[in-house]
């Protein structure tokens, strides 16, 4: 009687989690590149003034799914520091995510 997890079997079983394994990261790093952030990564916003974010894009094969597209902002012009906008979109069981900086400090020049 055969074993039960014999060399080739084993063989056979590791080709195909590495197949799946190269299989997610392609399509990981094609949804990935997809997400397209406007404007600059990373932005100096002027303390106490409005910030209006640029948001990012989302197509494939020239479909729009930007609406699809959850924005995390909590910039606060109220108070200086750095703040971080979040962008992602799900497909399935893979989650996309790009980021913004966005720098608020006092920008204007001292007056003597």
């Known amino acids: 009687m055969k ?22 990261t392609g ?18 916003v002027d303390y106490k003034s409005e910030y209006k974010d640029k948001g990012a894009t989302y197509k494939i094969f ?3 799914l930007s609406k699809h597209i959850k924005t995390k902002n909590k910039v606060n012009t109220k108070k200086m520091g750095t703040y971080k906008v979040t962008y992602s979109i799900g497909y399935l069981f893979i989650d996309i995510k790009r980021s913004r900086t966005v720098i608020v400090k006092d920008l204007k020049a001292p007056v003597i």
């Open 3 to 24: 074993k039960f997890f014999s060399k080739e079997r084993n063989v056979v079983i590791t080709m195909i989690i590495l197949s799946l394994i190269v299989i997610y």
């Open 27 to 44: 399509v990981y790093l094609f949804l990935y590149f997809n997400l397209h952030i406007n404007g600059k990564k990373k932005i100096e």
């Open 62 to 64: 020239n479909i729009d």
